[in-house]
């Protein structure tokens, strides 16, 4: 890797909603940066910006000491890191792959441990924040993996996020990332149903947001989707299908352990609904529509 004197040489593969300014906040903070993505028109404002790209995840990994992936899924994750062509077949021992996908604790585990038989390092330290704090450099990142890496990463960390929290071995940044899109769902439901009960009844929604934002009721949800929701924006900060992709994992994930998540499962079915009404493209606040046609009537403006 780079003498310590000098910033490290950062990858970073998969500049969709998420990774795009995350990676120009890399650029930022004066990381020397290489790019990948599998849609190469969605690299030109990072590339505009400064990075370097590339036409394989390979390639990324032969120019960089740490290499970042954030891509869709669990099999996205195998295929950019362990495929032909992959981050495994360009990355020289010592160096350190740091996925920030949410996949399964699992799947983290087994990549972690195909890693480390080339001597290659690598952290599970998937975000929460949404695009705002993507774009804010605020998001939340919750790290899997070595003490020692945790430390040699913070820099890039740092970059990215406000909050960076080692919390344990490999897969246990994707725990606690399943952990938080349970709360998040949870936290949804509740501003959907809430807000569609006052919609019923009638009452300033504004006011209403107003009045219990700021109370033991707050939430992330309500502060940011909340507005939203009345406003009838369902452009995505986070997408349906990709909340429901989550919940899936935590749902697989309770079933092993034999924790009944009942309040999660009646949120994956809603938003199934949402699914198939063709929204899936949609905002996670979309949810809001299903409650809606339930309730007939209607939140938005």
Request: aromatic letters at 4%; charged letters at 20%.
């Amino acid at each position: 890797m780079s003498n310590a004197a000098a910033k490290p040489k950062v990858g970073f593969i998969g500049l969709g909603i998420m990774g795009q300014p995350m990676a120009l906040n890399l650029l930022k903070a004066g990381f020397e940066l290489t790019v990948y993505n599998r849609t190469a028109e969605k690299a030109r404002p990072v590339v505009e910006a400064g990075a370097v790209q590339v036409s394989s995840p390979k390639e990324v990994a032969q120019n960089s000491d740490i290499i970042i992936t954030i891509v869709t899924g669990p099999d996205d994750v195998k295929e950019v890191i362990l495929g032909p062509n992959g981050v495994a077949e360009g990355a020289r021992p010592g160096s350190i792959v740091v996925d920030m996908s949410t996949i399964s604790p699992k799947v983290a585990r087994e990549v972690h441990a195909a890693l480390a038989e080339k001597g290659i390092g690598m952290l599970d330290a998937p975000v929460s924040g949404g695009d705002t704090g993507a774009k804010a450099g605020t998001l939340s990142i919750m790290v899997g993996g070595d003490a020692e890496l945790v430390e040699k990463c913070r820099g890039v960390f740092e970059a990215m996020g406000k909050k960076i929290t080692h919390v344990g071995g490999p897969g246990m940044g994707q725990l606690t990332k399943l952990v938080n899109q349970v709360l998040v769902a949870l936290n949804l439901m509740a501003t959907c149903e809430a807000l569609t009960f006052a919609a019923k009844a009638g009452a300033d929604l504004e006011k209403v947001l107003e009045a219990v934002s700021g109370g033991a009721a707050g939430s992330w949800q309500l502060s940011n989707l909340g507005p939203k929701m009345v406003e009838g924006d369902y452009r995505p900060g986070f997408m349906v299908k990709l909340l429901q992709k989550d919940l899936k994992l935590a749902l697989e994930e309770s079933d092993f352990l034999h924790v009944p998540l009942l309040g999660t499962s009646l949120v994956h079915q809603l938003l199934r609904k949402a699914e198939d009404a063709g929204w899936g493209d949609e905002g996670t606040q979309a949810l809001v529509k299903v409650l809606e046609e339930l309730a007939s009537t209607r939140v938005a403006k």
